[in-house]
């Protein structure tokens, strides 16, 4: 992590704990924050979002910054995992995925029941009709049935210590991932909405048939097109890409 992002999350998570910023549980706005702190307005809002992604803080739009846990010693225990910086946060989630994803999916081909089909038939449902609506919240939605939709293959797989596993991931890192999902799927670029959800076809069609092969590659496929988003927006290292030539060898 940066040394001086690093000691701008500390500086202020120190002010909260304390509650030198914090009056009727919502923080000065940001131009004020920044002049607190000594710093950019830029590096306050990674800051926010960091905080936000730990689940210390609720932004909300033309509302302000809120305090999102209830007592001071909640938020001490939150701010102790803040050693790790989003782009780290997400670079780390999405190694997790590479890993686990693909062969989620081959055992969920294996193993789905009716039950399951119909779960991810529905996600998808709402998925297309989000889209060709043009949902004003297409992509907080989105991001919302995207989970699920992950969520019902890792149920699907049989396996309830992998179905925790995953729900554990999401619960550490929901609101970080949910933030770079609502890019990932933004309006203003529906030819990404539209890749994704035709994989989301494939992927979901492969289990229906109970085609291992297929589920495995249509899993890969679809994390190489997130990931390739996410490093094209800085939201994931390039290290982290598996799918990158040298990295996808060597796990061969």
Request: overall charge negative.
């Amino acid at each position: 992590m940066n040394k001086t992002r690093k000691d701008l999350i500390h500086r202020l998570s120190e002010m909260i704990t304390e509650g030198d910023i914090v009056s009727e549980g919502k923080l000065p706005p940001e131009r004020e924050l920044a002049a607190l702190l000594g710093t950019t307005r830029p590096l306050l809002r990674e800051a926010l979002i960091a905080l936000e992604a730990l689940g210390v803080l609720d932004i909300r739009d033309r509302q302000g910054i809120f305090i999102a846990e209830e007592t001071a010693g909640e938020i001490g225990r939150v701010l102790g995992q803040a050693q790790v910086w989003p782009l780290e946060l997400l670079s780390q989630v999405m190694e997790i995925r590479q890993l686990l994803d693909p062969g989620a999916a081959a055992l969920a081909a294996l193993r789905r029941r009716e039950r399951d089909i119909a779960k991810m038939d529905e996600c998808i449902f709402v998925l297309e009709k989000l889209h060709a609506d043009r949902d004003p919240q297409e992509a907080p939605l989105g991001a919302y049935w995207n989970t699920v939709l992950h969520a019902t293959i890792f149920k699907a797989t049989g396996n309830t210590l992998l179905a925790r596993l995953y729900e554990s991931l999401l619960e550490m890192s929901e609101k970080g991932i949910s933030a770079m999902r609502m890019e990932v799927l933004d309006s203003a670029a529906p030819e990404r909405t539209e890749h994704i959800l035709e994989q989301h076809r494939a992927l979901v069609a492969a289990i229906k048939e109970q085609d291992v092969g297929h589920a495995r590659e249509a899993s890969k496929k679809h994390l190489k097109f997130t990931i390739d988003t996410l490093v094209e927006l800085s939201r994931v290292s390039p290290v982290s890409n598996f799918f990158a030539e040298r990295m996808d060898s060597a796990l061969e």
